[in-house]
């Protein structure tokens, strides 16, 4: 039975903040090899997943978006071409300072760049017209308090979109999947990154996080309406989205 007080780390069940305390080291260790691993584990799928999710998202120019745990700027520059804007909250320095340096290549101004708990946000409420997490939501201590956080920081008719990993249900590849994850990114993370230990956390959180239909139910006990999960090779990955009526 797990103890109410303790959050997944992992396969471990740990402190809340030993967790925060564990997820940051995690994301210090990766931040720069951060994007060259995602290509290198999706086989370059992650970049079509979150072409996919900002056109779900359909930013618009003018509108305020906040984007969670977007450190290296991923999903940001892809909103910002909307010309919306784009505020990042990461709570990991590293992975700021990797999206900053990322900006200041492609020349891309006019993104804000702020530090910031999921879990504890700093700005006023009704802020925000649009909040996005890709790929990161597993990774917070208490997901129904980032949720709540969420819901607090958009306005009324904002819309909250989270592009997650999941469960995949297609006979087969979830058996083939789970081969590869727990054998090979572990591998490829010492090779690529010179880190085994954090790719076996990332995986590990995956099969940790709640399945698509319990998160779906998650983010309407956090006060969302219209909410969707919309799975993607079955399910692998899923886009969450639900408005703030």
């Not at 990154?193 to 954090?198: C, M, R, T, Y």
Request: net charge neutral; charged share 25%.
């Amino acid at each position: 039975m797990t103890d109410p007080d303790t959050v997944s780390f992992g396969y471990e069940d740990v402190a809340p903040e030993e967790k925060k305390r564990r997820v940051g080291a995690v994301f210090s260790n990766v931040a720069r090899n951060y994007d060259r691993m995602n290509d290198a584990m999706s086989g370059g799928l992650h970049r079509l997943w979150k072409d996919r999710f900002v056109r779900r998202v359909k930013p618009r120019s003018g509108e305020q978006i906040l984007d969670m745990a977007g450190g290296t700027g991923d999903i940001a520059f892809r909103l910002a071409a909307s010309g919306a804007e784009v505020t990042v909250g990461d709570i990991n320095q590293d992975m700021l300072d990797v999206g900053l340096e990322r900006a200041a290549r492609r020349g891309i101004d006019g993104i804000v760049w702020s530090r910031q708990d999921a879990e504890a946000l700093t700005f006023p409420g009704a802020s925000f017209d649009a909040y996005t997490i890709a790929f990161g939501i597993r990774n917070v201590s208490r997901i129904d308090a980032a949720l709540a956080e969420a819901h607090r920081a958009l306005r009324y008719g904002g819309r909250f979109f989270c592009l997650e990993f999941s469960t995949t249900d297609w006979p087969g590849f979830r058996e083939v999947y789970d081969l590869y994850s727990h054998h090979v990114v572990p591998r490829l993370g010492q090779a690529i990154a010179g880190d085994a230990d954090s790719y076996r956390y990332l995986v590990e959180s995956i099969r940790r996080f709640p399945p698509m239909r319990e998160f779906e139910a998650m983010i309407r006990a956090a006060g969302f309406a219209r909410t969707r999960a919309e799975p993607i090779l079955g399910g692998l990955v899923a886009i969450h989205s639900g408005w703030k009526a």
